[in-house]
């Protein structure tokens, strides 16, 4: 078995559960398909990740030190000044805790009981001191990165949209326009030599959390439940299990194993 796999989790980290936190990546993951969340959730078994991308995370490392230094020094970085955006890197004895990951920002929701959470990249202020939420994104496209308009980006824009709804709710006065900083990996060289030069954009997302409220109410509805919510038309994972279980089930023998397995 993969040690990275465990796909029968510890019941302290499933709802109901001392550990059980409900992250932004969690929010997105019931608005992408309601019935993987309750799997993962409520009976403990996750999808299998995916490989991590290393390269992202690098780039990931390296702004925030970058955009760090800036945060010292109460000075805007370059990238905001070509924009002609007022604005420096936010100072906070939180920031740390606020980028951890399995920690981040943390929101009691009464209505719930919910502890809603979300890791970031990045906060900056502006002179009036309202907050400006920040993503970082690395790719490698062709094309200059200069607005979010692919359906595949409806959950970058839900996901600036829940780190927006817990600052607010932590008290802080939060700009509606947030950024993504995008690193996007050049191909037009000659040769590698070594070396990936990226080029940087400041894209500005309007966000709005007005849907932040109800989708967590609709997410206790589910998680009280013990009905399985239905699978979303367009899940990859829901469908395997489907096909995969129904061609199982046509290779099953009368009875188990002695190891309490199928026979198969």
């Known amino acids: 078995m993969s040690g990275y796999y465990k796909p029968d989790r510890n019941p302290a980290w499933n709802y109901g559960g001392k550990n059980w936190r409900l992250s932004r ?20 078994t996750a999808r299998p990740p995916g490989y991590p991308f ?3 995370s690098a780039v990931d490392a390296l702004l925030k030190k970058e955009f760090d230094i800036h945060r010292a020094g109460k000075t ?17 004895a939180g920031m ?10 943390q929101v009691d929701h009464a209505p719930t009981g919910f ?30 990165i200069e607005a979010l308009d692919k359906e595949w980006h409806d ?22 326009t947030g950024y993504f ?8 060289k000659k040769a590698f030599d070594g070396v990936l030069e ?38 990859d994972y829901c469908r395997y299990r489907e096909f995969a279980g129904r061609k199982l089930l046509a290779l099953v023998r009368p009875g188990k194993k002695s190891d309490g397995t199928l026979g198969l």
């Open 25 to 44: 990546s969690k929010i997105g993951l019931f608005l992408e398909c309601a019935r993987c969340f309750y799997i993962d959730n409520k009976l403990g």
């Open 54 to 56: 290393n390269l992202n």
């Open 76 to 92: 805007a970085h370059p990238l905001m000044k070509s924009y002609k955006l007022n604005a420096v890197p936010f100072v906070h």
């Open 96 to 105: 740390d805790v606020w980028r951890e990951n399995f920690k981040g920002i």
């Open 115 to 144: 502890t809603v959470s979300g890791a970031i990249d990045d906060v900056w202020v502006k002179p009036s001191g309202e907050l400006i939420i920040v993503d970082y994104k690395s790719t490698s496209k062709d094309e200059k």
């Open 155 to 176: 959950g970058y824009k839900r996901q600036m949209e829940t780190y927006q709804w817990l600052f607010r709710q932590s008290g802080f006065k939060v700009s509606n």
């Open 181 to 188: 900083v995008y690193a996007n990996a050049g191909k037009d």
């Open 198 to 235: 990226f080029e940087l954009t400041l894209v500005p997302y309007e966000g709005s959390d007005a849907w932040v409220e109800g989708t967590l109410m609709e997410i206790k509805k589910a998680l009280d439940s013990e009905v399985l919510p239905d699978a979303d038309s367009d899940c």
